[in-house]
């Protein structure tokens, strides 16, 4: 009855310090960042179901998914836990979901980072700082600025996705005389700086799919019905996971199979979510498969070409041969991923009205 009250009385009211709208259901630790910069500054109300797009309105939220169980779960992410009070309430017929949080005695904070609040914005006190070597390549530097400018109005899945991808610059930068001894441009001959470029290139392809998988499951957090299809689901795969959220993220991780085969166009065309956002057009789908050839390439046969690569890449390579990417060409690759995923990030937020950072 208390937290009914609290809506009703500053409902609609604009966002400030101490009060937050978001129309829809924000990942666990996107609910956890709100809480934890609350706890840290003056407290705080958290208010699920109003939209801020042409002006303040209540929309209510979605019921398909329990908004309690994925709030106890960012209330578990946190280190102390702060006092909290959350459910549903009604405004006008409509169904809300409030989290009411109390200013904490101490520092709370959220896999070790600590966030405040400065107005309606929130900040993190400690953020990780990329420091590059002095007279280092400058390419690394520019790129990593790129990401960083990406981060603005971003999803939690494409934050995530920017800060793997600078912790790969800052190992490129670290293992020159591994990685590009002679040079950017030129392939390393050392053994275990093959071995490396290898992993690191994967691990880059890696996130792109993990992104891809991330930000599905924001879309059919936000957008219960989008998750809604023809497809059968084992009952066993529902039993084996503890709540609706877990299932979200098996089915959206089950979405990625065919990406991971190499098939971009299969999976572009069983993630209606995806290709109705008209970001990934044929040339782009063209060039992702490539990129994940190469992957898989490196992943699955230490580098050395066999015919399914010759496939993709019929000039310039022969069977049995060694396959080797420059520095210059790696990072080529994280600037055009990162941009690809910069486009489909903010059409999802626009379509879906996914809830940023």
Request: some cysteine; overall charge neutral.
């Amino acid at each position: 009855m208390e937290l009914q009250k609290q809506v009703s009385s500053i409902i609609l009211q604009p966002e400030s310090e101490v009060l937050e709208y978001k129309a829809v259901l924000p990942p666990s630790k996107s609910i956890a960042q709100i809480i934890c910069s609350f706890a840290n500054t003056n407290g705080g109300l958290l208010i699920l179901g109003v939209s801020e797009i042409g002006g303040l309105k209540v929309s209510g939220l979605s019921e398909d998914f329990r908004a309690t169980s994925i709030t106890h779960k960012a209330i578990d992410l946190l280190s102390p836990k702060p006092v909290v009070d959350y459910g549903y309430v009604e405004y006008n017929d409509k169904k809300l979901f409030a989290i009411k949080v109390e200013k904490s005695n101490v520092v709370v904070s959220l896999e070790g980072k600590i966030f405040i609040r400065q107005g309606e914005k929130i900040i993190q006190t400690n953020p990780t700082t990329n420091i590059f070597q002095a007279g280092g390549y400058n390419q690394i530097s520019i790129i990593n600025a790129l990401l960083e400018s990406f981060k603005s109005n971003t999803t939690d899945s494409k934050f995530k996705f920017l800060e793997h991808y600078q912790s790969v610059l800052k190992m490129i930068d670290n293992l020159k005389p591994l990685l590009y001894p002679e040079g950017p441009a030129k392939f390393t001959s050392i053994k275990e700086g093959k071995v490396l470029n290898r992993i690191l290139f994967s691990s880059v392809v890696d996130s792109f799919e993990a992104y891809l998988s991330d930000i599905l499951f924001e879309i059919y957090l936000a957008k219960p019905d989008t998750l809604k299809s023809e497809q059968m689901v084992k009952v066993e795969d529902v039993l084996n996971c503890s709540d609706i959220q877990d299932f979200i993220t098996f089915w959206a991780k089950q979405k990625i199979g065919k990406l991971q085969k190499g098939s971009v166009r299969g999976f572009i065309a069983e993630n209606k979510q995806i290709k109705d956002l008209n970001v990934i057009g044929k040339s782009v789908q063209d060039d992702i498969e490539r990129i994940l050839q190469i992957r898989h390439l490196y992943s699955h046969r230490n580098g050395i070409v066999d015919d399914k690569f010759l496939k993709y890449f019929p000039v310039g390579y022969s069977n049995g041969t060694e396959h080797q990417m420059s520095i210059d060409e790696v990072l080529d690759k994280i600037e055009y991923l990162a941009g690809i995923v910069d486009k489909i990030d903010n059409a999802a937020i626009l379509k879906y009205n996914l809830s940023t950072l």
